[in-house]
């Protein structure tokens, strides 16, 4: 047989991921650098879990969704939201066919690795005045230091009047930083483990210098600035959920514009590309739902994480303001419901080949990224996708042309994570993880594909508007 036919037949049969950038049009990519200027607004201005969740409310209520509790006659085209403690969302299109018998569904997650401060945060140390923290999610500690920090979050008071912080995103702010040691006095630093650089306890920013009088040190002075200007006691800080995240703004990266650099992109590029997917979903034949959800970066626990029952409770609202709910009702309609895991994979970087098995790993640049399983070493702790649905998935995505590829999140006995796939599947549902492939995971500066981005997009809306 010619060389040429065995080309050819490998063409015809053979698979082999390819740069996403060959495959759109020229009107397609247009499209694609255009919707990367409304994400980079979006993930410039949410920065936490409340922030994205205001922001997500405010859209949806822009764009007809009602929120549930007001909503009284669902009908095939009506859009409702479920807003659970400001901190994680539910939004749906109700379609023509019984909740009963399925829904499909999106889960992304709005919360990122960051820094969180403690109850008891205030302190005082040779001058200084610093803040005592405790990171939140999975985090290289030595990267968060020596970087410009802004502080957001919400203080509530003990008469439950909210005070919102957002200090160190405008130019004029003064921003939080945490030191380290010079290169000339850190040789015995410089020898340690990269997980022991910086310890824990040691990220703690800078917070003021200046004493309020010879007398009087820098605490009070700090105290009394807080309090004229925000109203708050020290106390208050045991009610308040304050985060430092990266006072970095979205930029383009590369010559040919074709990536973003920002903060929080795991898993907010998911999150952004399920919010405006459902936004142009209507009288869809299934319901369709998004889900953004909160705690996923420490398991999702708590009432806002995806191990509570948030999600199973909007879809029995849902089911009971229009056919009347009962258990066995919403235990069906979970049970027939299909899913995608909306979450990040970890792109192949050629600086750090080792960690990643070619043949297996997703590209920057060649699509939206199925993964069968997540997990770690014998994917423990994964869904691992039902060979049928993820045909199904493929399908629905070759049918409407979305660019996409598949890999596993690094090598065997060296990689791992997990999503929120196996939470939903333990009702029995349909579940894959599909998601964007980043560079610099969890770091303060995450990189991301444009066309990646687009592709999640027209990936998550395609399914939602599937059979």
């Given at each position: 047989m010619e060389s040429g036919e065995l080309k050819e037949i490998e063409k015809k049969l053979g698979y082999k991921s390819k740069n996403g950038w060959l495959k759109v049009s020229d009107e397609e990519r247009e499209k694609i650098f255009e919707f990367a200027e409304d994400y980079k607004t979006f993930i410039g201005e949410c920065k936490t879990e409340r922030e994205v969740a205001d922001r997500i409310i405010k859209v949806a209520e822009e764009n007809g969704f009602i929120n549930i509790e007001t909503a009284t006659n669902l009908k095939p085209g009506s859009r409702i939201y479920y807003n659970n403690k400001g901190k994680s969302v539910v939004m749906a299109v109700i379609g023509k066919d019984s909740v009963r018998n399925g829904f499909k569904a999106t889960a992304a997650h709005i919360d990122s690795p960051r820094i969180d401060l403690k109850p008891n945060p205030l302190y005082e140390d040779s001058g200084l005045a610093l803040f005592k923290t405790h990171y939140y999610g999975g985090i290289k500690k030595y990267q968060w230091v020596t970087i410009p920090l802004a502080l957001h979050g919400v203080v509530i008071k003990e008469n439950g009047e909210k005070v919102t912080f957002q200090l160190g995103e405008n130019d004029n702010d003064p921003i939080l930083y945490i030191t380290d040691l010079l290169p000339h006095l850190g040789k015995d630093q410089m020898e340690k483990k990269a997980s022991d650089v910086v310890s824990g306890e040691a990220l703690n920013p800078v917070v003021g210098n200046m004493p309020l009088s010879e007398d009087v040190s820098v605490k009070p002075y700090l105290l009394k600035i807080l309090n004229e200007k925000y109203g708050i006691v020290e106390e208050d800080f045991i009610s308040a959920e304050l985060e430092l995240v990266p006072a970095y703004k979205p930029r383009d990266i590369g010559f040919d514009r074709s990536m973003i650099g920002a903060y929080g992109q795991d898993d907010r590029i998911c999150a952004y590309d399920v919010l405006r997917a459902i936004l142009d979903v209507n009288n869809p034949e299934k319901t369709a739902v998004a889900i953004f959800a909160d705690k996923e970066e420490i398991g999702s626990m708590g009432n806002t994480g995806l191990q509570s029952r948030f999600f199973e409770n909007a879809?029995?609202?849902?089911?009971?303001?229009?056919?009347?709910?009962?258990?066995?009702?919403?235990?069906?309609?979970?049970?027939?419901?299909?899913?995608?895991?909306?979450?990040v994979n970890s792109g192949f970087d050629p600086l750090y080949p080792d960690v990643s098995e070619k043949l297996n790993t997703s590209y920057i640049g060649n699509g939206i990224c199925v993964t069968k399983y997540t997990g770690s070493r014998g994917k423990s702790g994964s869904n691992d996708a039902n060979a049928e649905f993820v045909a199904k998935v493929r399908k629905i995505f070759n049918?409407?042309?979305?660019?996409?590829?598949?890999?596993?999140?690094?090598?065997?006995?060296?990689?791992?994570?997990?999503?929120?796939?196996?939470?939903?599947?333990?009702?029995?549902?349909?579940?894959?993880?599909?998601?964007?492939?980043?560079?610099?995971?969890?770091?303060?500066?995450?990189?991301?594909?444009?066309?990646?981005?687009?592709?999640?997009?027209?990936?998550?809306?395609?399914?939602?508007l599937s059979k």
């Open positions: 879809i029995a609202e849902i089911l009971e303001k229009q056919e009347g709910s009962t258990d066995m009702k919403l235990r069906t309609a979970m049970r027939n419901a299909e899913l995608l895991s909306a979450d049918e409407n042309n979305v660019v996409w590829q598949t890999g596993e999140l690094g090598k065997v006995d060296i990689g791992g994570g997990g999503t929120v796939a196996l939470y939903a599947a333990n009702y029995g549902m349909e579940v894959v993880d599909c998601g964007v492939a980043l560079l610099s995971m969890h770091s303060p500066y995450e990189l991301s594909s444009k066309l990646d981005l687009y592709m999640g997009y027209k990936a998550y809306k395609s399914f939602l």
